[in-house]
């Protein structure tokens, strides 16, 4: 199967198109697992799931909406038994650090591939340092205010670019299978910290803004936000945004060698594509 396409579900999102980019760039043929890819993937529609995986070698996995939405331990074993009986060589999930329903997941697919010739690849990862340039945290960075029901509590922020050297390192067979690397920045920052070294190196005026879970909740549903998204977002800052995920780990390091990127360096970088111009 050395010629077979690698799938990356999830092609288009924050992590998944920087590991398209960096196998494509390699020589690696890539299949884009996506509800607008040929052929197409949708989490939703379990029917498109046997076309995709067919004929591929190894596979990315990102979950949509993320793995700590109730549910999901029960998708992800049934998609990666669905892996093992066509055959792949390799399954690589992206997970998320101190989520319950992200843990079940992990283990789901272990055991759902336990037994066959697939291996497995967890990378767990911290809050991206792209949430603030890439996402929900955008706009308002632009706009010289970031609302966030963030308390006073560190995160060791992660590069999206980090993320994806590790899972194509994985995928590419330069690191050990069976393992979980669980990868964060070099340090924990507070949210205000991090919006500080976005304000300096972007040269503008970025106030931080905290506010209570519940009221930020209300301001969503008044953008119409979908319920199931505000619930996951509460979830994130409510509970999991408690201190679990203070601590900075090595998995960077271990599968690549080298040191992850901090986010001043993140800042700078993305401060001179003109991402945060108003």
């Not at 109730?70 to 998609?79: E, Y």
């Not at 964060?184 to 040269?203: D, H, L, M, N, Y």
């Not at 409510?238 to 679990?244: F, K, S, T």
Request: aromatic share 8%.
């Amino acid at each position: 199967m050395t010629e077979n396409p690698i799938l990356v579900i999830g092609g288009t999102g924050k992590t998944g198109r920087r590991v398209v980019e960096r196998l494509t760039g390699l020589g690696v043929p890539v299949r884009v697992g996506s509800r607008s890819g040929s052929p197409r993937f949708d989490w939703q529609d379990r029917s498109t799931w046997a076309p995709a995986l067919a004929g591929v070698r190894a596979a990315y996995v990102t979950y949509y909406p993320d793995l700590a939405v109730p549910g999901s331990p029960a998708v992800i074993g049934d998609l990666a038994g669905t892996a093992a009986s066509a055959g792949l060589d390799h399954l690589v999930l992206l997970s998320g650090r101190g989520e319950d329903e992200a843990l079940a997941s992990e283990q789901a697919l272990i055991d759902a591939v336990a037994g066959t010739s697939t291996a497995w690849t967890v990378v767990r990862a911290s809050w991206f340092m792209q949430n603030f340039s890439e996402a929900f945290m955008a706009d308002g960075v632009r706009e010289g205010t970031v609302v966030l029901p963030a308390a006073e509590v560190p995160e060791p922020f992660v590069d999206c670019d980090d993320i994806a050297d590790v899972a194509v390192a994985a995928l590419t067979g330069a690191t050990p299978s069976g393992r979980v690397y669980e990868v964060t920045g070099p340090r924990a920052v507070t949210f205000a910290e991090a919006v500080q070294e976005i304000a300096k190196a972007s040269g503008r005026d970025v106030a931080f803004v905290p506010v209570p879970v519940d009221a930020y909740a209300a301001t969503l549903r008044e953008y119409q936000l979908p319920e199931e998204e505000i619930a996951l977002i509460t979830y994130l800052f409510g509970e999991v945004l408690d201190g679990r995920n203070v601590a900075v780990t090595t998995g960077i390091r271990e599968a690549l060698g080298r040191e992850p990127r901090d986010i001043a360096d993140y800042a700078r970088a993305t401060a001179a594509t003109g991402a945060w111009a108003s």
